[in-house]
């Protein structure tokens, strides 16, 4: 019995031997794929912060070899004028064009594509070319059935019939006829938080509260970078339920810790998500500045970019909407916009826009320095979104 007894104990100890070797191989094994993982993510890391870098040093040296003429045009987004569209390019080193129904509302597939390829064989860097398609009320291109089979329903009917998946595949469907077409930016999606419906903005938006319409926002967001179309994200501050700014001016009473708690959450989820742009409305935002329009107010766009961290392109909305026109001339409401923090002017009074700004940096009244940082940031769009690449 004794012998049997120093088996059995020789056994149980050779057991536990090879229980504690394999949990010790295991867990070697686990160190090392750990370590194999964290080496991987490291060499990863370090290979975009390469690329980042060499892309960094790329834009730098392009905005180097530019004229002063050649930067103050990348930053107006023009809306696409009905005579000399070839020339204007050419002439103004326009950023990009703006098509807006009357562009597309006679034109095929063909035609359209062809007008859009000339556009970016004029220039000598690619343009960003817009089109608001928003989807419901506001769509360029859908409302054309040469263009589009149907026009592109809104998000909050998108919604009704299919959830959050028929949101992203609707994304996916504007994004696919843009691209064909040639248009790289649909100018959407409005994350105004609206839920009264008699309000302006309601139609437009996805209807929902804060937290519905920021879930909205995360998945256009994320779909149109999987799909690598250009995101603009509007009209910050936040639109709410305030009337009209396209025929009159607009003042907004809300506390700016309301904004922050209920209108600035869509936004900050949108930049979380990796948005491209962000468009600035013209409504005066009392708590803000009372004094100007957001476009051109510094206190907004310090917001932006201080307090939301958005480093991407801040655009204006269409210059020559009531609520800015009627609040300051054209030739002066470019350089405001500059100066005022926008790294992209919507206009079609870039004509009259263009030389002063130009004229405003060689005084010293318009830093080159912000002209620089703001023509940067408009080239690393286009670069993300592959123009660069197609010159």
Same mark, same amino acid.
Not at 1 to 17: F, N, P, Q, R
Not at 34 to 55: L, P
Not at 191 to 198: I, R
Not at 364 to 378: M, P, T, W, Y
């Given at each position: 019995?004794?012998?049997?007894?120093?088996?059995?104990?020789?056994?149980?100890?050779?057991?536990?031997?090879?229980?504690?070797?394999?949990?010790w191989?295991?867990?070697?094994?686990?160190?090392?794929k750990?370590?194999?993982?964290?080496?991987?993510?490291?060499?990863?890391?370090?290979?975009?912060?390469?690329?980042?870098?060499?892309?960094e040093?790329?834009?730098?040296?392009?905005?180097?070899?530019?004229?002063?003429?050649?930067?103050v045009?990348?930053?107006?987004?023009?809306?696409t004028?009905?005579?000399?569209?070839?020339?204007?390019?050419?002439?103004?080193?326009?950023?990009?064009?703006?098509?807006?129904?009357?562009?597309?509302?006679?034109e095929t597939?063909?035609?359209?594509?062809?007008?859009?390829?000339?556009?970016?064989?004029?220039?000598?860097i690619?343009?960003l070319?817009?089109?608001?398609?928003?989807?419901?009320?506001?769509?360029?291109?859908?409302?054309?059935p040469?263009?589009?089979?149907?026009?592109?329903?809104?998000?909050?009917?998108?919604?009704?019939?299919?959830?959050?998946?028929?949101?992203?595949?609707?994304?996916?469907?504007?994004?696919?006829?843009?691209?064909?077409?040639?248009?790289n930016?649909?100018?959407?999606?409005?994350?105004?938080?609206?839920?009264?419906?008699?309000?302006?903005?309601?139609?437009?938006?996805? &209807?929902? /509260?804060?937290?519905?319409? *920021?879930?909205y926002? @995360?998945?256009?967001?994320?779909?149109? $970078?999987? #799909?690598?179309? !250009?995101?603009?994200?509007?009209?910050?501050?936040?639109?709410?339920?305030?009337?009209?700014?396209?025929?009159e001016?607009?003042?907004?009473?809300?506390?700016?810790?309301?904004?922050?708690k209920?209108?600035?959450?869509?936004f900050?989820?949108?930049?979380?998500?990796?948005?491209?742009?962000?468009?600035?409305?013209?409504?005066?935002?009392?708590?803000?500045?009372?004094?100007?329009?957001?476009?051109?107010?510094?206190?907004?766009?310090?917001?932006?970019?201080?307090?939301?961290?958005?480093?991407?392109?801040?655009m204006?909305?269409?210059m020559?909407?009531?609520?800015?026109?009627?609040f300051?001339?054209?030739?002066?409401?470019?350089?405001?916009?500059?100066?005022? &923090?926008? /790294?992209?002017?919507?206009? *079609?009074?870039?004509? @009259?826009?263009i030389?002063?700004v130009? $004229?405003? #940096?060689?005084? !010293?009244?318009?830093?080159?320095?912000?002209?620089?940082?703001?023509?940067?940031?408009?080239l690393?769009?286009?670069?993300?979104?592959?123009?660069?690449?197609?010159?």
């Open positions: 019995m004794k012998g049997k007894g120093k088996i059995v104990s020789g056994l149980i100890i050779i057991l536990i031997g090879i229980c504690i070797g394999t949990v191989a295991f867990n070697c094994k686990q160190d090392t750990t370590a194999t993982t964290a080496a991987t993510e490291s060499s990863t890391q370090a290979t975009t912060s390469s690329t980042s870098k060499k892309e040093k790329g834009i730098s040296a392009m905005v180097d070899q530019m004229s002063l003429e050649e930067k045009g990348q930053l107006f987004f023009a809306r004028p009905q005579e000399n569209q070839i020339s204007d390019i050419q002439d103004y080193h326009l950023g990009g064009y703006v098509l807006f129904g009357e562009d597309t509302e006679n597939k063909a035609s359209l594509q062809e007008k859009i390829q000339s556009f970016q064989e004029a220039s000598d690619p343009l070319i817009g089109s608001d398609e928003e989807g419901g009320t506001v769509t360029r291109v859908s409302n054309n040469e263009l589009v089979d149907q026009p592109f329903k809104s998000p909050q009917e998108i919604y009704a019939e299919n959830g959050w998946q028929g949101i992203i595949d609707d994304t996916k469907q504007k994004a696919a006829v843009l691209d064909e077409l040639g248009i930016v649909g100018l959407f999606p409005d994350v105004d938080v609206s839920t009264d419906e008699e309000s302006f903005i309601y139609d437009r938006t996805i &209807g929902m /509260d804060a937290k519905g319409t *920021s879930k926002v @995360e998945n256009v967001v994320k779909t149109l $970078q999987e #799909v690598n179309s !250009g995101s603009t994200l509007k009209h910050f501050p936040g639109y709410g339920n305030n009337r009209d700014s396209h025929v001016i607009v003042t907004d009473d809300r506390s700016l810790e309301e904004l922050r209920n209108d600035f959450l869509p900050e989820a949108g930049v979380e998500a990796g948005a491209d742009s962000i468009l600035v409305s013209h409504n005066i935002v009392s708590s803000i500045d009372p004094d100007v329009p957001a476009s051109i107010s510094p206190a907004v766009h310090k917001i932006l970019r201080d307090e939301l961290n958005f480093d991407g392109v801040v204006t909305d269409d020559d909407m009531a609520g800015l026109a009627d300051i001339s054209q030739e002066e409401a470019g350089l405001a916009a500059l100066k005022a &923090g926008n /790294d992209l002017v919507m206009s *079609s009074s870039y004509q @009259e826009q030389p002063a130009i $004229q405003a #940096v060689k005084e !010293g009244d318009f830093s080159e320095k912000e002209l620089d940082a703001s023509v940067a940031r408009v690393h769009w286009k670069q993300d979104q592959g123009l660069l690449l197609k010159k």
